[in-house]
């Protein structure tokens, strides 16, 4: 069922990425800087574009 989804090489990228971004943001913030909120809204994104992205190969599957 999700064994097509995982073998995605681009869909699970884009989750490990936007996951660091993720992480990166909360390390910025803590270090008050503003660039975190970058972070956020990229890791945000990246995660729309890969659920999507996910969503599309698990209906293409036969």
Do not use: C, H, P, Q
């Amino acid at each position: 069922m999700n064994w097509l989804v995982l073998k995605d090489s681009k869909t699970m990228s884009g989750f490990v990425i936007a996951i660091l971004l993720a992480i990166l943001s909360v390390v910025f913030a803590v270090k008050e800087s503003d660039y975190w909120i970058v972070l956020v809204v990229l890791a945000t994104v990246l995660t729309f574009l890969s659920v999507n992205r996910a969503d599309k190969v698990y209906k293409s599957r036969n």
